[in-house]
């Protein structure tokens, strides 16, 4: 049966070439990897990840969605390709206007338009799944109107059976990371993202989270406007982060924004145990009084709270210089079967992502954090994860590494001079696991989270 509408049509030959693509890209990667696995040959890694990078960046998807966070993800990919794949726009071309109207119209009906005073027929800004328009409703009220790309369901599933191959012909030459479960854990969270009612739920938990901290801005969600996959909220005026440092800001207000970032990341996950896992620079601007306006709620993930006094473990197991408690750690994290030499490597890591938080004083962050020192360090870590046999690193070590690596570059993009350690201690003395448990329950019932998850956190 033919598609219904020719445009539809043509999106559907499309996809369907550019997967062609993609997967044309993905056999020759096999047939090389076989060559050097088998006969000795070599793979050009630099060539074949530039050529990675122009098949995925022609699916504006989910995939491209997924690229961009693997190359942030240390050891996910070889280095070639975390390099190709990071250049990968989070922009993409936004959908036209007809095209827009008649997705507008099947989530509010044809009578879309006279609900609102104006819609912006132009997208302030698109990405992989979806793209934001600026509209205003019919009381004056400004409003920021998320609509998500049609048959995303069937795209993310096409994507991932790639990202499957990927890590699969990766898996083959490369046996330091075992890729299972940060398969599994992308996955779910990518489908969880076009679940607009659940991600309405998060903007809700945040508004409790952090109903107490005034370094922060959140939209209200407007049911009224929204469906599963329409999200409209209020719209929140700010500046980018990077037009904001071209003004030259002072040292001191510099400051003050990494001490907001930092609370607004981490009082969710410490007094909650919620990690906002996408600390990509178009998801939160600059209000005037510098507040942190924070505007998407997709990449949201709950975790034990085993999993966040480990956190707190590995910290006090490499200031106290105590192995018997980084042990515990990395098992209340879900690491299994760790031997003293597995254990040696992941503390390198850990050490340098801890770096800023073990001494009391002010530290300049690019001291602590540069980019080469990174890049050094990971590829010793991943030579010696080779060395032992490779790790397995669990589902949810995956977006808790993400947004740690994510704000570090945030904070260099500031050049911020804080005492990490007191901002950590601020929010770790008082941890209590029970005391977690409960403040996730309590915030369960007042947003609406789903109870299934609650459970498997608590």
């Not at 993409?92 to 338009?113: I, K, N, V, Y």
């Not at 002072?250 to 930092?262: C, P």
């Not at 980084?326 to 503390?347: C, M, Q, R, T």
């Not at 007191?422 to 409960?438: G, P």
């Amino acid at each position: 049966m033919a598609p219904a509408n020719p445009e539809d049509s043509g999106r559907v030959g499309g996809r369907l070439k550019r997967y062609a693509r993609v997967t044309t890209t993905m056999t020759g990667l096999a047939a090389r990897v076989a060559g050097e696995r088998y006969l000795g040959l070599q793979i050009d890694r630099a060539k074949h990840a530039a050529d990675l990078r122009e098949a995925l960046g022609g699916l504006k998807g989910p995939i491209m969605k997924v690229a961009q966070i693997l190359s942030t993800i240390p050891d996910a990919l070889p280095p070639e390709y975390a390099d190709e794949l990071a250049g990968l726009q989070a922009d993409a071309p936004a959908m036209g206007w007809l095209f827009t109207r008649r997705r507008m119209a099947s989530e509010l009906g044809p009578d879309w338009q006279s609900r609102l005073k104006s819609f912006s027929r132009e997208a302030v800004s698109a990405a992989s799944l979806g793209q934001v328009h600026k509209a205003e409703d019919l009381d004056g009220h400004q409003l920021a109107m998320k609509l998500q790309y049609p048959d995303m369901a069937s795209a993310i599933d096409a994507d991932l059976r790639q990202l499957r191959l990927v890590f699969q012909l990766y898996e083959r030459y490369d046996s330091a990371i075992s890729t299972g479960d940060i398969y599994d854990e992308l996955s779910e969270r990518l489908r969880e993202e076009l679940d607009y009612k659940r991600e309405a739920s998060n903007l809700a938990l945040y508004h409790h989270m952090l109903k107490d901290e005034d370094c922060v801005c959140l939209p209200e969600y407007r049911s009224d406007l929204s469906t599963g996959r329409l999200m409209t909220m209020s719209w929140l005026d700010g500046t980018r982060i990077m037009p904001f440092l071209e003004t030259n800001p002072s040292q001191d207000v510099r400051n003050e924004i990494a001490r907001k970032m930092f609370r607004v990341w981490y009082v969710p996950f410490y007094y909650y145990g919620v990690i906002h896992g996408d600390p990509h620079l178009g998801n939160y601007s600059l209000a005037n009084d510098h507040r942190i306006n924070l505007m998407d709620f997709g990449s949201i993930r709950l975790f034990r709270p085993d999993f966040v006094g480990g956190v707190i473990d590995l910290y006090r197991a490499l200031r106290d210089n105590d192995p018997d408690l980084a042990v515990h750690a990395y098992e209340s994290w879900g690491f299994h079967g760790l031997d003293k030499d597995a254990i040696d490597v992941l503390n390198m890591w850990a050490e340098f992502i801890y770096a800023p938080l073990l001494e009391d004083k002010v530290r300049p962050i690019q001291a602590l954090r540069n980019g080469s020192a990174g890049r050094e360090l990971a590829g010793k870590v991943h030579g010696e994860l080779k060395r032992i046999g490779g790790i397995r690193p669990p589902r949810e070590f995956v977006l808790m590494d993400r947004a740690a690596v994510g704000l570090g570059s945030v904070f260099m993009h500031l050049g911020a001079e804080v005492n990490w350690h007191n901002l950590f201690h601020d929010l770790i003395d008082d941890f209590d696991r029970t005391k977690l448990a409960e403040r996730q329950r309590e915030a369960a019932d007042v947003a609406g989270v789903p109870a299934e998850l609650v459970q498997l956190a608590g």
